[in-house]
DNA sequence: CGCCGTTTCTTGAACGAGTCAAGAATTGTC
DNA sequence: GACAATTCTTGACTCGTTCAAGAAACGGCG
């Protein structure tokens, strides 16, 4: 598992660095997990990083493109490993479950808007809002 | 048009108060703005509106279905008044603009995912990402 | 293998959008 | 007009995230 962490690293030319893998094995393990979940995994066999570690580290793989932040309305900022495979999520607007959902029209296509304004677009990223089965079935949240 | 927003509230069950009525012209006013222009618009008719009173009836608002928030990645809270028309919109990845875009793919059809994972899906928000024509051509942002 | 320059991490303070809470003012109804 | 309910004012406060300075780790080189 480290082996492969490193290799990733290695292949986008970034440094080898403890919290890094940590980081990278964390969002791996916890997809969609927010900052502070992925604080509490790493520390699980890091007991020491620091916040900022954790926080440069995130940056740092989703400039690489290695992992993918996403940030629902209302939600902090949530991480997962499945980059450029073109899925999009569903979030429960009673509980914040999010769950990943395969492109809907095919294979990329959703990358294509009517009218773009003249903007030269390269992501198309789609959230499906609604109640997950268990908020479903036993409404009031609070 | 006073009489307008006046119509959209009383429509809308809710009380009818002068701060309600500039943040609702406020955001027809300034599509995509966010809060803080708001309450600027708002002070310009209405100079000792509290920012709360604004964040108040920004949240009723939106609960009435009167206007919507949407808050790309990386962004603060923004609104705007075209609400139950299925568009969508371009963030610059740069500069931040935003600019609406209608559904690509024909009338409402965006609201179906290929497998919703038993989530009661209600809304589909898409949201594209790439460049506006400034910065496309003047690359850079830093 | 150990050194060096660069990058990254630690520590701790700071920031800003948004929320909470208590009391005063306003709304709409009787 | 007066009352109950809602909404607004004021001001403190929270929480996720960022900033900044110095210490430590990384990896290329001899």
């Given at each position: 598992?480290?082996?492969?962490?490193e290799q990733l690293l290695r292949g986008a030319g970034l440094r080898v660095t403890r919290p890094r893998l940590a980081v990278l094995?964390?969002?791996?393990?916890?997809?969609?997990?927010?900052?502070?979940?992925?604080?509490g995994a790493v520390r699980r066999g890091l007991p020491d990083v620091s916040h900022q570690a954790?926080?440069?580290?995130l940056h740092t793989l989703t400039a690489a493109g290695l992992?993918?932040?996403?940030?629902?309305?209302?939600?902090?900022?949530?991480?997962?490993?499945?980059?450029d495979d073109n899925h999009h999520h569903v979030v429960c607007r009673s509980c914040g479950a999010i769950?990943?959902?395969d492109c809907?029209?095919?294979?990329?296509?959703?990358?294509?808007?009517?009218?773009?304004?003249?903007f030269r677009i390269d992501e198309?990223?789609?959230i499906y809002w609604g109640l997950c089965p268990a908020c479903s079935t036993a409404p009031t949240p609070k």
């Amino acid at each position: 598992m480290t082996t492969d962490a490193e290799q990733l690293l290695r292949g986008a030319g970034l440094r080898v660095t403890r919290p890094r893998l940590a980081v990278l094995d964390a969002v791996h393990a916890h997809p969609h997990a927010d900052t502070e979940s992925i604080i509490g995994a790493v520390r699980r066999g890091l007991p020491d990083v620091s916040h900022q570690a954790v926080y440069d580290s995130l940056h740092t793989l989703t400039a690489a493109g290695l992992v993918r932040r996403i940030q629902p309305s209302g939600s902090v900022a949530r991480y997962e490993s499945r980059v450029d495979d073109n899925h999009h999520h569903v979030v429960c607007r009673s509980c914040g479950a999010i769950a990943d959902v395969d492109c809907a029209v095919g294979h990329a296509p959703c990358l294509t808007a009517s009218d773009d304004s003249g903007f030269r677009i390269d992501e198309a990223e789609v959230i499906y809002w609604g109640l997950c089965p268990a908020c479903s079935t036993a409404p009031t949240p609070k």
